[in-house]
T-cell receptor
Framework: TQLLEQSPQFLSIQEGENLTVYCNSSSVFSSLQWYRQEPGEGPVLLVTVVTGGEVKKLKRLTFQFGDARKDSSLHITAAQPGDTGLYLC?????????FGKGTHLIIQP | DAMVIQNPRYQVTQFGKPVTLSCSQT?????MYWYQQKSSQAPKLLFHYYDKDFNNEADTPDNFQSRRPNTSFCFLDIRSPGLGDAAMYLC???????????????FGPGTRLLVL
């Protein structure tokens, strides 16, 4: 079974600060996705990465896929209250699709 | 706007009383999924339909069934809800991916189920 560990589980920071959250596994994934889920809503896809070492940017969000395709990070610059939510990573591999438990992020004004 | 719609948003049922949750989509996607998400946990895939082909996850209890009468609609039936089945139930759709794990799943807002 492919497991994805996300850290930290909870993070609360002030508006304007930078942060990084992580998604790690001992398994190799052919692809990795990041979703954001706001309270009372379904997850929304932010990005898909498929190549080891790949970096993608989405405005203030920077996503990186590890060289060995076992881990990924999400960096947010100058966080805003609208970034608040549950950030889920999901890996695609030989065993199918696996979600991590997510990082609960709160950005305080 | 094309979207995934789930009704109702909140459902209260009694222990052991069958309940049906519904999902509809205007995206014309051929794959539809049902997930269970408990508080502070990741969504857990229960099953999915690839067109009319039903694919059950190995650890999905028999208490959970699904129907897909046409492309647009998919139902989740819980035959005898237990207290442990209280959760958010998410429906999602996608097109057939060229490669597993790279498809974009579009999620509905979810139905929060409470079992009394």
């Amino acid at each position: 079974t492919q497991l994805l560990e996300q850290s930290p589980q909870f993070l609360s920071i002030q508006e304007g600060e930078n942060l990084t959250v992580y998604c790690n596994s001992s398994s190799v994934f052919s692809s990795l996705q990041w979703y954001r889920q706001e309270p009372g809503e379904g997850p929304v896809l932010l990005v898909t990465v498929v190549t080891g070492g790949e970096v993608k940017k989405l405005k203030r969000l920077t996503f990186q896929f590890g060289d060995a395709r076992k881990d990924s990070s999400l960096h947010i610059t100058a966080a805003q209250p609208g970034d608040t939510g549950l950030y889920l990573c999901r890996g695609g591999g030989a065993d199918g699709l696996t979600f991590g438990k997510g990082t609960h992020l709160i950005i305080q004004p | 706007d094309a979207m995934v719609i789930q009704n109702p948003r909140y459902q209260v049922t009694q222990f052991g009383k069958p309940v049906t949750l519904s999902c509809s989509q205007t995206l014309n996607h051929n794959v539809m999924y049902w997930y269970q998400q408990k508080s502070s946990q990741a969504p857990k895939l229960l099953f999915h339909y690839y067109d009319k082909d039903f694919n059950n996850e190995a650890d999905t209890p028999d208490n959970f069934q699904s129907r897909r009468p046409n492309t647009s609609f998919c139902f989740l039936d819980i035959r005898s809800p237990g207290l442990g089945d209280a959760a958010m139930y998410l429906c999602a759709t996608s097109k057939t991916p060229d490669k597993i794990g790279v498809e974009t799943q579009y999620f509905g807002p979810g139905t929060r189920l409470l079992v009394l």
